[in-house]
């Protein structure tokens, strides 16, 4: 069964840009959109964007200057990098992978099917 | 940043049905599917339900949830105290590309 682990440093100091990063076990990162959440303690979700290996990306429009998310299926892990960090970043950083539709041929991915999640990272930005 | 409306809280004795309600645009809701997310405290979000009204293997029965126009709703029946949770929905949409969650619904269990 596919597992997520998210891994990254706990602190991090304004203005730095934050590295995290995405192992994923029992499956390949190819042939599957995933994805990064991020969550600030007692509050909602917010998504930050998600990718699909050696293809599309697509980004919270209101991240999308300071974000960037890779894969390396080497590794079979991706990560996201989030620059210009502030205190508002601080939050709880979740990794997921999407549930695909598919037939005998191609797989369509809504987005927001998130069926596989990660245990999620806490990230506190502080000098 | 844009969200999906959700009721902040909702509660119920155990044995009733509850509804939450999320209410969207023409941009995420009315043109895409929803899914909803159980998040029990200190723990990661669970796939509830995909595709407006598919439940996951494992997911109970007493889930359900349907959508109309610009709405969804999920209800719970038979509640329990277990499913004293938050509750999240989320859309693509459109204009934005991108994935739109809702606020978020706290279910008491009285």
């Known amino acids: 069964q596919v597992q997520l682990q998210e891994s990254g440093p706990g602190l991090v100091k304004p203005s730095e840009t934050l590295s995290l990063t995405c192992s994923v076990s029992?499956?390949?990162?190819?042939?599957?959109?995933w994805s990064w959440i991020r969550q600030p303690a007692g509050k909602g979700l917010e998504w930050i964007g998600r990718?699909?290996?050696?293809?599309?990306?697509n980004y919270n429009p209101s991240l999308k200057s300071r974000v960037a998310m890779a894969g390396d299926t080497s590794k079979n892990q991706f990560s996201l990098k989030l620059k210009s960090m502030t205190a508002a970043d601080t939050a709880v950083y979740y990794c997921?992978?999407?549930?695909?539709?598919?037939?005998?041929?191609?797989?369509?991915?809504?987005?927001?099917?998130?069926?596989?999640w990660g245990q999620g990272a806490m990230v506190t930005v502080s000098s | 940043q844009s969200l999906l409306t959700q009721p902040p809280s909702t509660s119920g004795t155990p044995g009733q049905r509850v509804t939450i309600s999320c209410s969207g645009s023409?941009?995420?809701?009315?043109?895409?599917?929803v899914t909803w997310f159980q998040q029990l405290p200190g723990t990661a979000p669970k796939l509830l339900i995909y595709?407006?009204?598919q439940r996951p293997s494992g997911v109970s029965d007493r889930f359900s949830a349907s959508k109309s126009g610009t709405s969804a709703s999920l209800a719970i029946s038979g509640l329990q105290s277990e499913d004293e949770a938050a509750y999240y929905c989320?859309?693509?949409?459109?204009?934005?590309?991108?994935?739109?969650f809702g606020g978020g619904t706290k279910l008491t269990v009285l």
């Open positions: 997921a992978r999407e549930k695909g539709d598919c037939s005998s041929t191609s797989c369509y991915f809504s987005g927001n099917t998130l069926e596989i």
């Open positions: 029992g499956g390949s990162i190819s042939a599957y959109y």
């Open positions: 990718f699909y290996p050696g293809a599309d990306t």
């Open positions: 023409s941009s995420n809701i009315a043109s895409n599917a």
């Open positions: 595709n407006n009204d």
């Open positions: 989320a859309a693509w949409d459109d204009r934005l590309s991108g994935v739109l």
